[in-house]
Nanobody, 122 residues
Framework: QVQLVESGGGLVQAGGSLRLSCAAS????????MYWFRQAPGKEREFVAA????????SYADSVKGRFSISRDNANNTVNLEMKSLKPEDTAVYYC???????????????WGKGTQVTVSS
């Protein structure tokens, strides 16, 4: 059974930085693409970033390009999201996600973590 556990969320001032991590277990981590999504209060869940199984390809939402960076450590079964120049509109619950594809898919996958709260104060 695939398990995803996020960590690293918190409260930060606008302009600050945070690093989210997701620890995965239950299958061969290095075989599958990994994703980050987020959901702000009253809004639908949205795609943030993705990385292919081997880490060769990445994809970002336009709203975070140049500020967020996704990476993965296949030896330790973790995927990270470095977030810089944070804005109040980045406030959301951030979810780790994966599916059954090695390449990045627009829709992500069917396995979800429980999320970690990121709050950016103005």
């Amino acid at each position: 059974q695939v398990q995803l556990v996020e960590s690293g969320g918190g409260l930060v001032q606008a302009g600050g930085s945070l690093r989210l991590s997701c620890a995965a277990s239950g299958r061969t981590f290095s075989s599958y693409a990994m994703y980050w999504f987020r959901q702000a209060p009253g809004k639908e869940r949205e795609f943030v970033a993705a990385i292919s199984a081997r880490g060769v390809s990445t994809s970002y939402a336009d709203s975070v390009k140049g500020r967020f960076s996704i990476s993965r450590d296949n030896a330790n079964n973790t995927v990270n999201l470095e977030m810089k120049s944070l804005k109040p509109e980045d406030t959301a619950v951030y979810y780790c996600n994966t599916g059954r594809s090695a390449v990045i898919l627009k829709t992500g996958g069917s396995f979800w973590g429980k999320g970690t709260q990121v709050t950016v104060s103005s």
